[in-house]
């Protein structure tokens, strides 16, 4: 523990500037403030370094563009590779592991080491990959780069540690899995075809063990040429020349026959004993012509046969082969049993299937019962049991993209009744139809940690949906689904004002959300400048939704003018150019008048019934104005103890009390000062057309201090960017499609980038001096926050409050007069009358947050939930029941003060209230910027967490702001990680890692620590099922008596060793000291010691067993041979 402490005596606001150079905190109009008492503030920080650390946790959502599919049929694991290099494992819920190849390149093809906890990867970049899956974090033993060779197919027979491979020359080689080195037995394309071919067979697409004797090798090339090489005389038994390419092989499992799949969309069968053509064409999808041809078809990409037990007809299972004239036909998985097709319409391209066996033997009736299908978006199983096909119900949260993902927000120590009570209401609404059998896929083990506690994610969608998530123990799990489009009419082209040159495709897109968990009030920003505000109610209700219509403008041009004041944030012009104003741009027909006083959207004005959950009870929204669109909204905060809400944009400040549903103050940014702007502005020109706030930077990210808002007028006059700055008039719509989180801005918009400021937008350093092109912009107001705080230095007692941060680093506090009493509260009115205190940070506000002079968090207040849709009880009235966190009633010593934590994108500083003198500050960072800032709790304490634009994640203790951890995380970072980057308490944080997939991180040891024991197993010991019993006759006789040692044929004693040129052997970190660092230290090693004494007692256990049986075995041979001796001892040799 240590004691920090600082004397507060002989301070005033207008200190003097540090040595650092950040502006001196003051006044708004500069004049010294009444010294404190002098005392001691005595802060006791437990926050150290040590208590940090980065560390991904899990990684939920679908796949981001999938390439390949794989599953372990004894372990009952499934296995998909993507891309960008990524490998994702899934078991039962909750067992759910990401692994990355460091090369990122794209994963071809995966091969499970069935049963053994093993996987084996193959890259894009000609490489092999073993992953040890007997650990929780698993990690790569061996890695096999070819060097002259490009890798086209790979397969790993069952129980055999040779690993075939083809490639792109139409070779085989064999690796061998334990020591992952090349044998030197190979099969070159020009011996596995006749001399007399001329032409190359192509690269190899299939390699397959013949089912009745594993010595032969099927080997399938993209021409149409197929080989049976025996692998004993290193010869071909037979070879097919066929007319169609070849996209995929399947066995019958006795050996005798094979299908295969062509580009022409037909399925030809193949007989062992008559290779000279197939037995049987058919195009499953092609119609016969006039003509008598067959109408082409689409290439057939794969093709699976199996059979079963309980019918004489085998399953046909394949993908594509549907004829070419059917234009706009979505993708099909065509099912084909007997005389019976079924064809499965898929929403999304078939990336890869495969048809799940009880089996692992391929000699062996089949008996399938699912098909598992990857698509380009989403991830179907279909269950093969039942006639009408119906698909399982996924456990897993692969629809987190269901519409794009374009904001989120992350409570962790929610309420604890708040999640079954969103999941109760959600489960209602869940769809129908599913196949009522148990998950296939449900391999590995999870239990939930003992340090749990209920955490909840929501996203926002570009279609207005809202999604809550059950988060807690890494799982993730959704609730509750609410589409925020049925508050509005559809736009019709008849609306004068509201026509589609309006809106486009994403009008209802969620900006920005605002969740009180306490009181169960939601609020959603919505790309169309408005704000809806929902109660929760366990009760259907009829009601109508009241609308508040905003004017939001600016009467004055923010621009600052030229001043040699050191201490304000914007510096004087160095070229001297003063701002020209730009003519108007032509106005379209319309007008003007049909486009002035108009919401973008109808709200409902009817009745409507609403189901249980979240209602709607309040809709906000700003108003065109002269034929221009309103400006998006930049900044919310709701209070539900206060019955406020406030929302902020570059032209102003509203705040609407929606308990009686009125506007209690809609003012511009520079009416918020008064006289007590700290800057000069010059007045405003005559008013231009603004250019839309839409605009977006191709996939980077601009700090919102130099670009806010578009002010409507080129930044330099002739400058080069003149010409791009074309201003959008009323005719053109203010508002384009929403492209999800991924090309969203991370605050503000920005109106137009050279090309070298996008590439440089995150590393560039730039000075903490704003040149008058970043100058030459409006204020916006980027920060809201209500609390209980001193309005004045002269305030004895707090009172409920309004923090205003902007974007010039200035922050302003609001006192507000509220009536405590409920009845009063719902017909006397707020008093808000903004007070002229400012206070001055670099940077735009991003945080505010109070802390108690102990050091301790100090919360909002907030209503207590209380559901107003349920029947009156005349004998318990519903009162609101309000808990507040005021300073007076937080630290008794220190009930006259709290300390208030402000964060801009680049220096945070604390001040002490009501005397507003700074006690601490740190400049964050100089050259980047803070793009997400949050006051958290962890361990027990209380500090600032900080996400930068380089990828830097930082925290800070408080009060002291001491750098406690600086790390690059995220070196490159995009809009999408920018825009969804949130921390929450607990240590624990998470982002949008891909427009798919959500990624949760932790920045807390303590959490590092426990991790190994909150992630599934994805291995359990499981014994290897039996093969069947051949028979007497067939085992007797030795219908397939020759045994084939692969170890004798492949082996460096007979086969030599390979070439060294043509692969290296690179080792991989999967070993002991791999373990050691995913497992993390003496805990893991203990956990590893006790998993391995498991294993090996397991395995003696299995051999006393197998003794156990040998010897009852024995003896009841002893038995029945004594029997038999003397049965037969007095017998004549005649008499047998």
């Not at 070879?239 to 066995?251: L, M, N, Q, T």
């Not at 609020?523 to 109508?544: E, M, P, W």
Request: proline residues 7%; neutral net charge; contains cysteine.
């Amino acid at each position: 523990m240590k004691k920090f402490r600082k004397v507060l005596d002989g301070l005033t606001t207008s200190s003097p500037v540090n040595p650092g150079g950040s502006p001196a905190c003051g006044s708004a109009a500069g004049t010294p403030s009444a010294t404190p008492t002098p005392r001691e503030l005595e802060i006791h920080e437990t926050l150290m370094s040590e208590h940090f650390q980065i560390c991904k946790t899990v990684r939920h959502g679908f796949p981001y563009q999938p390439t390949a599919l794989a599953f372990d049929p004894v372990q009952k694991i499934l296995a998909i590779g993507t891309r960008s290099g990524g490998v994702r494992l899934l078991g039962r819920p909750g067992v759910d592991c990401h692994c990355q190849h460091e090369s990122g390149a794209a994963v071809l093809q995966l091969q499970f080491l069935i049963n053994e906890g093993a996987l084996v990867t193959a890259c894009a970049d000609d490489t092999l990959h073993l992953w040890n899956l007997r650990q929780r974090r698993p990690a790569i033993l061996h890695s096999l780069k070819f060097n002259r060779e490009r890798i086209t197919f790979c397969h790993l027979p069952f129980q055999s540690k040779w690993l075939y491979v083809g490639t792109e020359r139409g070779n085989t080689h064999i690796v061998n899995i334990e020591s992952f080195v090349l044998s030197g037995y190979v099969i070159m394309w020009n011996k596995a075809i006749e001399l007399s071919t001329k032409t190359h067979p192509g690269p190899v697409v299939h390699l397959s063990d013949s089912p009745k004797d594993e010595g032969k090798l099927l080997i399938g090339f993209e021409s149409g040429t197929i080989v049976m090489w025996d692998l004993r005389v290193k010869r071909a038994d037979f070879r097919i020349y066929y007319d169609e390419a070849i996209h995929s092989v399947s066995w019958h499992h006795e050996g005798r026959q094979f299908m295969c799949s062509h580009s022409d969309g037909s399925l030809s069968m193949w007989n062992m004993r008559n290779t000279a053509k197939p037995f049987q064409v058919t195009f499953p999808h092609g119609k016969t012509q006039r003509d008598g041809r067959k109408e082409s078809c689409k290439p057939i990409l794969k093709v699976e046969y199996k059979t079963s037990r309980n019918s004489s007809e085998a399953f046909v299972v394949f993908s594509g082969g549907l004829s070419y004239d059917k234009a706009g036909r979505r993708p099909t998985l065509t099912i084909m049993h007997g005389k019976a097709i079924t064809v499965l319409e898929m929403d999304y391209p078939i990336v890869d299937f495969m048809v799940l066996c009880d089996t692992p033997y391929l000699n062996e009736v089949q008996e399938p019962y699912a098909v598992v299908v990857l698509l380009e978006k989403d991830f179907v199983v279909v269950d093969l049991t039942q006639s009408n096909f119906p698909i399982f119900e996924n456990p897993y949260p692969m629809d987190v993209h269901e519409s794009p993902v374009t904001c989120t927000a992350y409570f962790a120590d929610c309420p604890p009744d708040i999640i079954p009570v969103l999941y109760s209401i959600g489960a209602k609404h869940k769809k129908t139809g599913y196949s009522h059998k148990e998950w296939p896929v449900s391999g590995g083990t999870w239990t939930v940690g003992s340090q749990t506690y209920p955490e909840i994610i929501v996203t926002g969608h570009a279609d207005g949906s809202i999604k809550f998530w059950d988060a807690t123990a890494i799982t993730l799990q959704m609730l509750y689904k609410l589409k925020t489009s049925k508050v509005f009419e559809n736009p019709k082209s008849g609306d004068v004002g509201r026509s589609g040159e309006l809106v486009e495709e994403d009008p209802y897109a969620v900006q920005m959300i605002s969740w009180c968990p306490q009181s169960r009030i939601f609020c959603v920003v919505g790309t169309s400048a408005h704000v809806i505000l929902y109660r929760f109610s366990k009760h259907d209700a009829n009601t109508t939704i009241t609308s508040l219509e905003v004017r939001l403008q600016c009467e004055m041009e923010d621009v600052i003018s030229p001043s040699d004041t050191e201490n304000t944030p914007c510096y004087s012009d160095p070229s001297g150019l003063s701002p020209q104003p730009q003519p108007p741009s032509p106005r379209s027909n319309t007008p003007d008048s049909a486009r002035d006083s108009i919401s973008c959207l109808k709200v409902k004005d009817r009745m409507i019934r609403m189901p249980p959950g979240y209602q709607a009870e309040l809709v906000v929204q700003l108003l065109w104005i002269d034929g221009e669109p309103p400006q998006q909204i930049t900044s919310l905060d709701l209070n539900s103890a206060y019955g406020l809400l406030a929302v902020g944009n570059c032209n102003g400040l509203a705040v609407v009390d929606y308990l009686q549903k009125t506007i209690l103050l809609c003012m511009n940014t520079l009416e918020l000062y008064g006289s007590a702007d700290p800057f000069q502005r010059l007045t405003r020109s005559p008013r231009k057309n603004r250019q839309s706030t839409s605009d977006h930077v191709n996939g980077h990210c601009t700090s919102p201090t130099s670009q806010p808002c578009p002010s409507g007028r080129a930044r330099v006059p002739g400058g080069p960017e003149g010409p791009r700055l074309a201003r959008r008039g009323p005719g053109r719509p203010p508002f384009r499609k929403a492209q999800s989180a991924a090309c969203m801005e991370v605050s503000l918009p920005v109106s137009s980038l050279t090309e070298e400021s996008r590439e440089n937008s995150f590393s560039r350093s730039r000075s903490s001096s704003v040149s008058s092109i970043d100058r030459e912009t409006k204020e916006a107001v980027t920060t809201l926050q209500f609390m209980e705080s001193y309005g004045r230095k002269s305030d004895s007692l707090p009172t409920p409050c309004l923090w205003v941060g902007t974007s010039l680093g200035l922050v302003l506090i609001i006192p507000m007069s509220i009536p405590m009493d409920e009845q009063e509260r719902q017909e006397d009115p707020v008093t808000v009358a903004p007070a002229g205190t400012v206070l001055m940070l670099k940077g735009s506000i991003l945080r505010v947050s109070f802390l108690d002079c102990g050091g301790a968090l100090i919360h909002s207040p907030y209503e207590v939930w209380r559901d107003q849709q349920a029947p009156a009880d005349p004998d318990r009235p519903r009162k609101r029941k309000l808990v507040n966190f005021s300073p007076s009633s937080s630290q008794e010593a220190s009930g006259d003060c709290h300390l208030a934590v402000v964060c801009s994108e680049r220096q945070a500083k604390v001040f002490l209230m009501p005397t507003q003198a700074c006690l601490y500050v740190h400049n964050i960072t100089e050259s980047s910027f803070v793009l997400r800032a949050d006051v958290v709790s962890v361990c027990n304490s209380v500090g600032l967490a900080c996400f930068c634009a380089n990828g830097h994640i930082m925290t800070l203790s408080l009060p002291s702001l001491r750098p406690l951890l600086d790390v690059n995380y995220l070196p490159q970072t995009d809009m999408r990680i920018a825009r969804t980057f949130c921390f929450t308490n607990g240590g624990q944080a998470l982002y949008l890692c891909s427009p798919t997939e959500i990624q949760r991180i932790t920045y807390s040891q303590e959490m590092c620590d426990n991790l190994q024991e909150m992630l599934g197993e994805l291995f359990t010991p499981i014994e290897t099922p039996e093969a069947q019993n051949r028979g007497f006759l067939k085992g007797f006789f030795g219908g397939n008596s020759q045994t084939f040692d692969r170890e004798e044929l492949f082996g460096e004693a007979s086969a030599g060793k390979g070439s060294r040129s043509l692969a290296q052997h690179i080792p991989g970190q999967g070993g002991m000291e791999g373990m050691k660092a995913a497992a993390g230290g003496v805990v893991g090693e203990l956990a590893r010691a006790r998993i391995a004494l498991d294993e090996r007692g397991q395995r003696l256990g299995e051999l006393e067993e197998r003794t156990a049986l040998m010897m009852t075995s024995a003896e009841t041979f002893s038995k029945h041979a004594h029997e038999m001796m003397l049965k037969c001892k007095d017998k004549k040799w005649y008499q047998f």
